[in-house]
């Protein structure tokens, strides 16, 4: 795979496409969050979405990991499935915490990777990675957004200099 910004961009245009499949994943999967941990998590429109993808192809660095990864997701199979269990799994972890951003949302992300994975499942003839991909998306997304009581405010942890 040869990357070139003309690359990430037609991997950020493909991210944004992607709304109509993600978005809801990315509600489906806050629902069922929300849920486990008795609060109440607000969905996502496609607006947020986008806010949410342009901010991340907006940094650079980051812009052409996400590419990477989504390229590699969008083409990966492996025959019989099962045997590339554990790298698509590892690429869709490590793009929903890069979508994320820095800890401890990277850290949430990767374990909601997992939470949006079981909660979606690609077509028969499409490549093994595909709803890897799709959940990456969505796990990433959804930790980045704002929406969580926890993150409503400052952290009672820092520590004032003052």
């Known amino acids: 795979m040869h990357v070139t910004p003309a690359v990430v961009a037609d991997e950020y245009e493909w991210v944004r496409a992607r709304a109509d499949a993600v978005v809801p994943l990315v ?42 990864l989504v390229r590699l997701l969008r083409s990966l199979d492996v025959e019989g499935d099962y045997p590339g269990f554990v790298v698509d799994e590892l690429l869709g972890r490590e793009l929903a915490a890069m979508i994320a951003g820095d800890q401890p949302l990277r850290l949430l992300a990767e374990a909601t990777f997992h939470v949006a994975d079981v909660r979606t499942h690609g077509e028969s003839d499409e490549p093994a990675g595909a709803d890897d991909l799709d959940a990456a998306l969505a796990a990433g997304v959804q930790t980045r ?10 952290s009672p942890f820092a520590v004032d200099r003052e």
Do not use: K, M
Not at 37 to 64: K, L, N, Q, S
Not at 145 to 154: E, K
């Open 27 to 68: 509600n489906d999967t806050r629902t069922h969050l929300g849920d486990l941990f008795e609060t109440a998590v607000p969905p996502i429109d496609e607006a947020a979405y986008h806010e949410a993808v342009d901010a991340v192809f907006a940094d650079g660095d980051r812009a052409v990991n996400v590419a990477a």
């Open 145 to 154: 957004l704002p929406g969580w009581s926890w993150r409503d405010g400052a």
